[in-house]
């Protein structure tokens, strides 16, 4: 199957600071990426959709200044959280998917974060 | 939008008995339907699909069943095993490019 692969696995920093997440396609080219939130023993949240050479598209009551999406290439989109605080605290998982119109996505292995 | 319900929210098994983990879905447009197993602190990995032009589909003890009339699809594991714990999520999707909707996830936990 398709391989989506997420970059740092986990990632401690403290309170104020800003947080890169990598998410990559190893080996399809992806217009578009996911990025969800999962809080503990929670379904997954969707943050925002990535959009190749374009603004991301964010879900309603997401910051998008506060949630950085940079989609710079067809294999590569960032998930940047900027100054970060105690509850911003999560695991974050990206998803991309080969064929559109098909709907079949894969899933990275997420992040978490832990802001002090 | 989309309303993905999910049943039941946990479940625990014998091993070697199956399980099984329902859904139902509200928009009718939607004709992706997969399945995830998510392990502790990984991302989801999908382990069957289907989609709307069919009504059961197959994967050694992995199964799944779609009725469209009814809008539910369910998970059929059988002769599960301790490995197949895990947190199953149901998802509906394809009316909206690439845009999946969750249910809330089932706990599975099969014992030895």
């Known amino acids: 199957g398709a391989v989506v692969s997420q970059h740092p696995s986990w990632v401690i920093c403290k309170s104020g600071t800003s947080v890169k997440i990598e998410c990559r396609s190893l080996?399809?080219?992806?217009?578009?990426m996911f990025w969800y939130r999962q809080f503990p023993k929670q379904s997954l949240m969707l943050m925002a959709t990535?959009?190749?050479?374009?603004?991301?598209t964010y879900e309603q009551g997401v910051e998008k200044d506060k949630f950085l999406i940079n989609h710079a290439s067809l294999t590569l989109s960032t998930l940047t959280v900027t100054s970060a605080h105690p509850e911003d605290s999560s695991f974050y998982i990206c998803?991309?998917?080969?064929?559109w119109g098909t709907g079949e996505l894969f899933f990275g292995e997420g992040s978490r974060l832990t802001v002090l | 939008g989309e309303n993905v319900e999910q049943h039941p929210s946990t479940l625990s098994v014998q091993e070697g008995d199956s399980a099984v983990i329902k859904c139902t879905y509200s928009d009718s447009a939607s004709n992706y339907f997969p399945w995830y197993k998510q392990e502790l602190g990984k991302g989801p990995q999908l382990i069957i699909d289907i989609r709307s032009n069919v009504g059961e589909k197959k994967d050694q003890r992995i199964a799944v069943t779609l009725n469209k009339t009814a809008k539910h699809f369910s998970l059929h594991i059988t002769e599960t095993q301790p490995e197949d714990s895990a947190v199953y999520f149901c998802a509906a999707g394809g009316s909206t490019l690439g845009r999946l909707y969750f249910g809330r996830g089932t706990q599975l936990t099969v014992w030895p």
């Open positions: 990535s959009n190749e050479g374009s603004k991301a």
């Open positions: 998803s991309a998917g080969r064929e």
């Open positions: 080996d399809f080219q992806a217009t578009t």
